[in-house]
């Protein structure tokens, strides 16, 4: 059996072998922080709180579907078209494109893509993030019925990027993992920007295999791509390319117009197993990645 099944047995053994409790706040919509247990548990008996998708509040808060225009998002405060250090005009196209085309997103690093999430009025949305603070400001911008982690990983600097890594290593597993223990179904879309990105997209690949989909039913994205091929070489041993930066390519992607798209969309080999994907998962688990 290549995925189903087995997914669903290793993505709940990752979650007792490694990972850390989730609580969901009743009257907020950031889960995590100090309610997280911050060691691993030694018995492997993961005790942790899975709530369910808050289908009637996705059905109360949706509006019409609406496609991605940065003139009106701009009218509307929430996109600076001047604001260059993220996407660029192909990112956001692929982005936009596809977060209007699905009905469930999750991503590891929130911002501009949680504002395009938005502006399409996405239905189900799951946001990951390093930084609390940061991790207010988007929700303060964003429909109240979305749905925000704290990846506690210690102490960070720029990027989220944990400055202890030794003492607070027990704690990276969970950045990947733990969001994904909340989350019973399987999402159309898992975009990757944040800390320990490797890790994240097995995560991905695993939550969907768990869950029930298959191969052409979803797809992960991996921004930066271009910037560091050679750090996520990795994951082209059981995913493949469908949009975005190619990898191998030789023309960097940058901010200026007609640049290639700094991220890479994949979808999972037909040949991958979960197997494969979770050795992967676990020699990348507590890497938090390049600095940015």
Not at 62 to 82: C, D, M, S, V, Y
Not at 86 to 105: P, Q, T
Not at 140 to 162: E, K, Q, V
Request: charged residues 20%; contains cysteine.
């Amino acid at each position: 059996m290549e995925h189903g099944g087995l997914g669903l047995v290793f993505f709940v053994g990752l979650l007792c072998g490694s990972l850390l409790s989730t609580i969901i706040l009743p009257h907020s919509k950031i889960t995590g922080g100090r309610t997280f247990l911050n060691q691993r548990l030694p018995n492997h008996n993961l005790q942790y709180i899975v709530p369910p998708v808050a289908e009637a509040a996705i059905e109360e808060n949706q509006l019409p579907r609406r496609r991605w225009n940065a003139t009106i998002a701009k009218e509307e405060g929430h996109f600076n078209p001047e604001h260059k250090d993220n996407l660029n005009d192909a990112d956001r196209e692929i982005l936009a494109r596809i977060y209007f085309e699905s009905n469930s997103v999750i991503e590891w690093g929130v911002g501009e893509s949680t504002v395009i999430a938005a502006f399409t009025r996405l239905p189900r949305y799951t946001g990951v993030d390093g930084s609390i603070d940061w991790l207010n400001n988007v929700t303060a911008l964003s429909p109240p019925h979305y749905r925000f982690h704290w990846a506690d990983t210690g102490p960070i600097t720029h990027y989220s990027h944990p400055t202890n890594t030794e003492t607070a290593k027990p704690k990276f597993p969970f950045y990947s993992m733990g969001p994904l223990s909340a989350e019973s179904r399987a999402f159309d879309f898992y975009f990757v920007d944040g800390r320990f990105r490797v890790a994240c997209v097995c995560a991905a690949f695993l939550h969907a295999s768990a869950y029930g989909k298959k191969p052409n039913e979803f797809r992960v994205a991996l921004h930066d791509f271009s910037k560091r091929q050679s750090k996520y070489q990795d994951l082209l041993e059981f995913a493949e390319r469908v949009d975005g930066f190619v990898p191998g390519s030789t023309t960097l992607a940058s901010y200026k117009p007609g640049s290639p798209a700094h991220m890479a969309v994949f979808r999972r080999k037909a040949s991958a197993t979960d197997e494969q994907i979770h050795l992967v998962w676990e020699k990348h688990a507590t890497d938090p990645g390049w600095y940015y």
